[in-house]
T-cell receptor, first 115, second 114 residues
């Protein structure tokens, strides 16, 4: 079983829809949670970063972490064609030494927002 | 100019050849990473380096080696390439001080091994 599982998609939605992207994880030691966005032929770019359980909002994007259920989500409101990309969840341990800073990624979800 | 630069952007080569992928950064970060990305598998860590004298294996290091020539340069080598190493390769960097720091990625090298 992978440490991080991400809904594979692909996901296709009309412009203006609310998008929900999800990941589950098995390692309760994960403490840092990130969402990266990756456009075609580009590297992943950090979109959202959270440390604790709860919600974090940034414009049209909301990241949600539920540590008790080992579940994280990214919501995109009023989705736009420019949001079409691959979305990757990533997690990191809160430990010192060589574990610190290493990321474990989900498989990625391809999102297409059509006009 | 990009903060994290990978060269080449694309490479096609034959089985058994030695290949080097290069990464340079202008962000002044201590930590550098090499990942590969395959469809349906996400990004998997190959090697990482927390400073010039510190090199560590990731989850899929077999068949790969790295060299950290300077704080700003981190290269990945495939000593004898095989077809299942065909993938998209990414270099990333992060700052090393204090609390957890996010990683910043280059735009990748698309490697095809025939």
């Amino acid at each position: 079983q992978k440490e991080v599982e991400q809904d594979p998609g692909p996901l296709s939605v009309p412009e203006g829809a609310i998008v929900s992207l999800n990941c589950t994880y098995s390692n309760s030691a994960f403490q840092y949670f990130m969402w990266y966005r990756q456009y075609s032929r580009k590297g992943p770019e950090l979109l959202m970063y959270t440390y604790s359980s709860g919600n974090k909002e940034d414009g049209r994007f909301t990241a949600q972490v539920d540590k008790s259920s080992k579940y994280i989500s990214l919501f995109i409101r009023d989705s736009q064609p420019s949001d079409s990309a691959t979305y990757l969840c990533a997690m990191s341990l809160n430990a010192g030494g060589t574990s610190y800073g290493k990321l474990t990624f989900g498989q990625g979800t391809i999102l297409t927002v059509h006009p | 100019d990009a903060d994290v630069t990978q060269t080449p952007r694309n490479r096609i080569t034959k089985t058994g050849k030695r290949i080097m992928l290069e990464c340079s950064q202008t962000k002044g970060h201590d930590r550098m990473y090499w990942y590969r990305q395959d469809p349906g598998l996400g990004l998997r860590l190959i090697y990482y380096s927390f400073d010039v004298k510190d090199i560590n294996k990731g989850e899929i290091s077999d068949g790969y080696s790295v060299s950290r020539q300077a704080q700003a340069k981190f290269s990945l080598s495939l000593e004898s390439a095989i077809p299942n190493q065909t993938a998209l390769y990414f270099c990333a960097t992060s700052a090393g001080q204090g609390k957890h720091q996010p990683q910043h990625f280059g735009d990748g090298t698309r490697l095809s091994i025939l």
